[in-house]
């Protein structure tokens, strides 16, 4: 098995490369990647080179929606641009994969707000290292009437509602309910159980 450095084939070099690149991916790990990537050679006309391609689109165009932080391909994401979506509402999330599992439950038909991260003292986030300021600005910008708080069930993410909700007065401000267990992320529940919590959110 060839490896890094001076007894690296020439003709192995990339293949190298992509596998430490792939094992870079959340879920992966050099093994997995390993048989990833041979795999993606073995189909390479039916998977490799199509994705190749669509790595190079997406990489050229991806961009974060400068309205709610969502990914999309223009400044703007479909969901902030839909007047349908206008309904006063706002799902207020940790992460960009939150969005999309709750869109993947269609539980919630308003717009969103992705933090990208929560507050953390051990890992020195504060208030201003989150999108907590774009937040409060929406609010008066977009006729907001209900913040719909929908972050991680941990100390850090409790923390972070407690501060956003004190950051907004006037405002209903509520958080889902039950079915989200303790430590739970939404990425990693099922779409019934993002539902149900969504349905019993309960005031903050």
Request: net charge negative.
């Amino acid at each position: 098995m060839p490896g890094r450095g001076a007894g690296m084939s020439e003709d192995t070099r990339d293949i190298e490369a992509l596998i430490d690149l792939m094992a870079r991916l959340p879920g992966l790990g050099p093994r997995s990647a390993r048989r990833a990537v041979l795999h993606l050679i073995k189909k390479r006309r039916q998977q490799l080179i199509p994705l190749a391609e669509t790595l190079a689109r997406v990489g050229a165009t991806a961009r974060e929606c400068v309205t709610c932080g969502n990914i999309g391909t223009a400044d703007q994401c479909d969901i902030c641009r839909s007047e349908k979506r206008a309904n006063g509402q706002i799902c207020v999330v940790e992460d960009v994969a939150d969005l999309w599992a709750m869109e993947r439950g269609q539980a919630f038909r308003g717009r969103y707000h992705v933090l990208g991260g929560t507050l953390s003292a051990l890992d020195a986030v504060g208030p201003e290292d989150l999108r907590i300021p774009q937040l409060v600005a929406r609010i008066a910008d977009e006729g907001v009437g209900e913040i719909i708080l929908a972050l991680p069930a941990t100390v850090d993410g409790q923390t972070t509602a407690h501060y956003i909700a004190d950051q907004l007065p006037g405002v209903t401000v509520t958080s889902l309910a039950q079915g989200v267990p303790m430590g739970g992320e939404l990425d990693y529940l099922d779409d019934g159980t993002i539902t149900a919590a969504f349905k019993a959110r309960r005031a903050f």
